[in-house]
T-cell receptor, first 115, second 109 residues
Framework: TAGITQAPTSQILAAGRSMTLRCTQD?????MYWYRQDLGLGLRLIHY???????GKGEVPDGYSVSRANTDDFPLTLASAVPSQTSVYFC??????????????FGSGTRLTVV | GQNIDQPTEMTATEGAIVQINCTYQ??????LFWYQQHAGEAPTFLSY??LDGLEEKGRFSSFLSRSKGYSYLLLKELQMKDSASYLC??????????WGAGTKLIIKP
């Protein structure tokens, strides 16, 4: 089924360690996004990419980095994890920059616990 | 600052109708979205409103009043599978999506 694949599904990570969350889409969408979702808060944008080769900072970019070497892949890296980065991370995509009339397509999420 | 307000939780009965409200205060407005999110799953797109009025899509309808900064999602003939969180999001003047915290809808038999 076409869509977005995220890996891993869940992870427990020791504080100070690095980790890359993977995101791959097969819809040839130009734009991709990384969000975090925390209880009681709305989805918050971490980083985005409007097209391959470009990236931008969202609302909460500190402690995270991204790259967009090609259309399909948009990995999110935590260089040195801290407990406040415990969250559920969603990757999303859209055909063009911005949600348009059809909104974003979301991956199934990665549940990360930093201890 | 920018703000999206939704009730935290609502309870309704199977077969009934429920209305989930969303009020927003954002820097500009370029559209409002509703998403459904089942526990432990990804949000899925339900509706998009950019003009005032009601958009109907099967059992779900979404209403927008831009002058009041207000929207609602109306769910008819509720089914147990409608138990989920419903997220309201507004596209602001910078074309950034501002998300509400979501409304958890509990359906009882």
């Amino acid at each position: 089924t076409a869509g977005i694949t995220q890996a891993p599904t869940s992870q427990i990570l020791a504080a100070g360690r690095s980790m890359t969350l993977r995101c791959t889409q097969d819809m040839r969408h130009n734009a991709m996004y990384w969000y975090r979702q925390d209880l009681g808060l709305g989805l918050r944008l971490i980083h985005y990419s409007n097209t391959a080769g470009t990236t931008g900072k969202g609302e909460v970019p500190d402690g995270y980095s991204v790259s967009r070497a090609n259309t399909d892949d948009f990995p999110l890296t935590l260089a040195s994890a801290v407990p406040s980065q415990t969250s559920v991370y969603f990757c999303a995509s859209s055909e063009l920059a911005g949600p348009g009339r059809n909104g974003y397509t979301f991956g199934s999420g990665t549940r990360l616990t930093v201890v | 600052g920018q703000n999206i307000d939704q009730p935290t939780e609502m309870t309704a009965t199977e077969g009934a109708i429920v209305q989930i409200n969303c009020t927003y205060q954002t820097s500009g407005f370029n559209g409002l979205f509703w998403y459904q999110q089942h526990a432990g799953e990804a949000p899925t797109f339900l509706s998009y409103n950019v003009l005032d009025g009601l958009e109907e899509k099967g059992r779900f309808s979404s209403f927008l009043s831009r002058s009041k900064g207000y929207s609602y999602l109306l769910l008819k003939e509720l089914q147990m599978k409608d138990s989920a969180s419903y997220l309201c999001a507004v596209l602001d003047s910078n074309y950034q999506l501002i998300w509400g915290a979501g409304t958890k809808l509990i359906i009882k038999p």
